[in-house]
């Protein structure tokens, strides 16, 4: 995983967490739920890009590059 990917993954997590604060401190029901499909798809992109590091490096190992 690219650390630009680790950077963006993280700030749409945070930032999910923001909208979901936010709409709960407001009563914004859309703004809460908005923000929390904003953490999920963050976890999402997170292990994605963790199973392509981990099929890569099973791959070096059986080149053994």
Excluded: H, P, Y
């Amino acid at each position: 995983m690219g650390l630009d990917d680790k950077i963006s993954n993280k700030t749409e997590d945070l930032g999910g967490k923001a909208k979901e604060a936010a709409g709960s401190a407001t009563g914004n029901k859309d703004l809460e739920a908005e923000g929390k499909g904003d953490q999920t798809s963050a976890a999402f992109k997170d292990g994605a890009e963790k199973v392509k590091d981990a099929a890569s490096n099973i791959k070096d190992k059986l080149t053994g590059k």
